[in-house]
């Protein structure tokens, strides 16, 4: 693993001076579900530092720094930045791109005077305490069920619980406020995790490359914090405690993958029955007593065996062509784990170039499709049911057919032309 | 109209002292548009003082100031108050009720420092201002298309758009800081009026009375505050001017006539053809430059007019089963429009003593369907035409003998029955 080459660092980062195996995570390396997620957890297993996430190193490491990576921070709240004179680079596309942002940015702007930046680098801060009093819960399965009711009124289109597994929280987090590392959130009492999924607007994912589509991931985000806000405070109304979590604190990843919320996919994002790819997770730790979810197959690591669509449209060559292998191509990557691997630094080079988020890996994803007209949810049902089997390359080559996956015009969308 | 009955009201109430006519609102009493929007205007018309609101009158006027009011407005905040073992009015249904105002909760309490109550009693300060130069809108009609698809990527389920008509803004407002009147927010630059309407989950809905159904209304201002936030600040983002608002500011009900969004019920809510009248309403006022939509007709009026199912089944008799006449039942009434006027002190009155929100009438209306199913989504298709149409009898008949409008079980929306 590279070491850091962060210059203004103040203090070294953990990566090259990790603890023992055991004494990253409480319980065993492997664990009894790890083969039916399809975790292949190896002996060089690391808990993985947050600092080393490619959005933390733009703001240490000299390596990935650069004034466009810097500009497409700046981009967001600085009017006119990136615009350019090219269809889904337009104001307007920039104008909504930002406002999608607007709820996120409220609930970062809370804490930020404390140093925080809930959701992204620190746990999204509690609306109001527990009540003093738990309300018994005599059948957890019956509790589980409830929440997921609840999870659904406040916005979630997906919800699974697992039991909290340390090994996917970071060992350390990065503090935007020191520019260095800091003490994660304990969840080491919260023995169960609800993980939510938020279908992300499928029409503007379409348009990807684009300004335009970044509103995807703005709204992703404002709409998933205030479900997970209002999920977390039913949960301490109820006398337990929560913790809710974005981007912070653990990777959603395995956590939605142990939920039973979908499989790993090639461009390492996890695709669902329902949505495939194009979602956006969230989790809350919690003590609340909860029946859990199963993991589930439905031939995704077969298809993706088969599938390199995203590999091949990725512009930066930034997702592997070859086997689930663990390459560890920085310190942006998760060590010990033998999967899909994206090259980060790639990636985010090529979004600091746009100067705009990109998921083109969303878009030709023959898993994302938009069900919104009869034939539409007809031929997405048949498909899966296609690709699920060993005529997958068949299923493959009707995609490409079908030209599926191809880019919609930004101005197309402002249009809100008939049958998309 | 009566007096003012408040003792500790620190400044007189403006009502007996309103100034002439022409004084309240710029420009003339009826306007070209009042007769497709059903709005019979008389000569005594004044705008509303918000401090007569009756939510706000509980803070200052004994007369409807009770505790059982006060522990309504206490118990979105205090646990076990309310709480009792009756189905719908359990801890849970409170845990959930009351998480479900975390969402606008938080925009309030962004400015309470300040003396200000966003979204009830002030617009919603915006996130950032506008942008230094206004980027150029050739075609107010596009650019009004464009702004539709903005407003429905942030969640708006129905979007019209309507020119500011001063006579529906309050005259004063009230600050819950000094317990008296103050100026309201200054729209008479902003000529146009963009009204959205988000739809609230119709299960729980079904379950009103209960403090399990006040979660649709909690959610619902959490989700519009979002969708106003965003949208307001696409517009700024723009170079144009927005201020955004729930109930503060003026009354949505006309807004949402104007701008096409459905017609005015009996009960006093606006009856949409969509959702019925299972929404609730935000609106944004702004300068930039948008084509306006018109009312819509689609027998509304006259249905009204031989159905009294919302006035049968209100508990406290607060909705007329008389003609449209605009009887004024005490200062919480709107003076000077012909039209069903619901009595708000006794409508408060049986929220204080269920200490929960009351939808019954939202519930019990024929508009009101859940078309989740096909055959419902035909049946709901079919009956609106009939409804429309000479033969509503009929269509009030069948509603009556196929049992819409019962209250379904709040334990049973916990349990996510089938077919719901």
Redesign the interface.
């Known amino acids: 693993m590279a070491k850091p080459r962060g210059r203004n660092m103040p203090q070294p980062l953990s990566t090259n001076n990790q603890p023992t195996l055991e004494d990253q995570f409480d319980g065993p390396k492997r664990r009894a579900y790890d083969e039916d997620c399809g975790f292949v957890i190896e002996e060089n297993f690391q808990r993985f530092n947050a600092c080393n996430d490619v959005f933390s190193r733009v703001q240490w490491d000299e390596g990935v720094r650069s004034e466009k990576g810097i500009n497409w921070f700046k981009s967001m709240?600085t009017?006119?930045l990136g615009v350019r004179n090219t269809e889904g680079y337009r104001?307007?596309d920039?104008?909504?791109r930002?406002?999608?942002w607007?709820?996120s940015?409220?609930?970062i702007e809370?804490n930020l005077a404390n140093g925080r930046h809930d959701g992204f680098l620190d746990d999204l801060t509690g609306?109001?305490p527990p009540?003093?009093?738990k309300?018994e819960i005599e059948d957890p399965a019956e509790m589980a069920?409830?929440l997921?009711?609840?999870a659904r009124?406040?916005?979630a289109d997906l919800i699974g619980i697992t039991s909290t597994d340390l090994r996917w929280h970071y060992n350390r987090r990065f503090s935007a406020k020191s520019r260095s590392e800091k003490e994660n959130a304990d969840c080491s009492e919260l023995p169960n995790c609800i993980v939510i999924g938020t279908e992300m607007?499928g029409k503007?994912i379409q348009t990807f490359p684009s300004a335009l589509a970044g509103?995807a991931a703005g709204?992703g985000y404002?709409?998933d914090g205030?479900a997970l806000?209002?999920?977390a405070?039913?949960i301490r109304?109820?006398?337990y405690r929560a913790i809710a979590s974005l981007n912070d604190t653990a990777q959603c990843i395995p956590y939605a993958i142990q939920a039973g919320l979908g499989e790993y996919g090639r461009h390492g994002l996890v695709i669902t029955k329902q949505y495939g790819p194009r979602l956006r997770f969230g989790k809350i730790f919690t003590d609340m007593p909860l029946a859990h979810d199963q993991p589930v197959k439905f031939g995704v690591k077969e298809f993706c065996d088969i599938c390199r669509r995203c590999a091949d449209a990725c512009p930066p060559k930034a997702i592997p062509h070859g086997e689930p292998d663990g390459a560890l191509h920085n310190q942006s990557n998760f060590v010990g784990i033998k999967k899909w691997n994206v090259d980060g630094e790639k990636c985010f080079k090529f979004w600091a170039n746009q100067g705009t988020e990109c998921g083109i890996c969303i878009r030709v994803c023959p898993y994302n499709k938009l069900p919104e007209t009869k034939l539409g949810k007809m031929y997405f049902r048949n498909w899966k049911w296609l690709a699920g089997t060993r005529l997958r390359r068949l299923a493959l080559w009707l995609d490409i057919k079908l030209r599926f996956g191809e880019r919609f015009k930004p101005d197309w969308?402002?249009?809100?032309r008939p049958g998309w």
């Open positions: 709240f009017h006119g104001a307007k920039f104008a909504l930002n406002a999608a607007v709820g940015n409220l609930l809370r609306y109001a009540a003093p009093v309300i069920a409830e997921k009711q609840v009124i406040f916005g607007p503007v509103t709204f404002s709409k205030l806000m209002s999920i405070q039913f109304n109820m006398g969308w402002w249009k809100n």
